[in-house]
């Protein structure tokens, strides 16, 4: 292994304030060991100091994902090949632990191999799409608390201001709650200024979660329209999916390693005689939890899809199991999808042709037969569904023809 490397090999153990780094030569001798500060100053000096032993290959960086993500860009934009480490088990470290043991050690798994994983680029709309949903993620828990604590005030409160609030569905004692006025005695007005401030704090949080949605629609559908189009797939669904395959989903191998960063490919459990597979509790849980959203959707919806499941249930598998295989089968075409995504057709161009034909809405959408409004909302954007589109493409193709 070690010459098949150029001279030089890097690993770096990556902190807040500091990244301690290491070099080994190509027959894994270590060469020194320095540490740089987290800046981008820092990461240039680290990226000369490497390159100051001989020509560089690889360099492994632990935690790409968070301490090491800047360091990763860097030298990602300097040509430098970076790979991802994962952080060494215990076991091997036999109970000692150091920054340049733990850097050491990085450098090692690139020279032997076993760090072999491309890191995610996170410099284009996927990285925009995951600092928004965390924001958004944050907002929803917010929201939350702030009707739990409204109607936990609400058992408590005077009763004459409880009295007219209790029966209330969440979004009339919002708006009643809103409008409450100081009054009464220390404790009623205390008691109105409080669900009020809980009321006005939903309302601003649920308008922040809107605009928040709008916009991850709008960097979903620029990323990869053709997912956002799949049938059962929404903007959130298509955020945690494009969230876990990261701006560049070509380091992903197979579907067969997407299926397992979603969590969606069954555990092997064998043992002697026995043969079995278990359920997989690893991966990306938000990514196999969008799984199987889609997979429940199309129970519902998709002609198909029932028939699938219709099918299984024949052959004695439970509604749990059906929905495990479902979302194996889903992680494949989910991996087509991000990997090499068909063009869908734009609803704009759709509207401007039926345009061009003289076409009304209604007529539209009786041929495809399909509601006005959602004809209408397709072309505008405000729904993306891959099938109509391509229907409706092809509808309008014949007439022009």
Known sequence: MAEDQPGVIGGVDTHRDAHVAAALDTAGRLLAVASFSATHIGY?????????WGELGCVGVEGTGSYGAGLARFLSAEGVEVKEVIRPRRQTRRGAKSDPADAEAAARAVLSGEASGLP????????????????RRSAVKARTCAI??????LVTAPEQVAAPLRGSSTAALMAACCGLRPGGGEAVAAAKMSMRCLARRHRALSA?????????????????????????????TAAALLIAAGDNPQRLRSEASFAAL?????VEASSGRTVRHRLNRGGDRQANN???????VRLRCDQQTKDYA???RAEGKNDREIIRCLKRYIAREIYRLLTDPPVVPHGADLRQQRQLNAMTLDTAAAALNAWPT????????????????????????????
């Open 290 to 296: 969008a799984l199987w959203r889609i997979a429940t």
């Open 148 to 153: 739990n604590q409204l109607k936990a005030l």
């Open 208 to 236: 922040e979660i809107s605009e928040l949605d709008a916009e991850i629609a709008r960097l979903c559908a620029k990323a990869n329209p053709a997912l956002i189009a799949a049938r059962g797939v929404g903007a959130d």
């Open 44 to 52: 240039g000096r680290l990226l000369r100091w490497l390159r100051g």
């Open 310 to 312: 219709a099918r299984r």
């Open 120 to 135: 995610k680029s996170a410099d284009g709309a996927v990285e925009a799409i995951r600092m928004l949903r965390a924001a």
């Open 374 to 401: 959602r004809i209408s909302h397709l072309e505008r954007g405000l729904i993306h569904d891959r099938d109509l589109a391509e229907r409706y493409q092809q509808h309008l193709t014949q007439i022009t023809t």
């Open 262 to 266: 979603c969590g969606a490919c069954p």
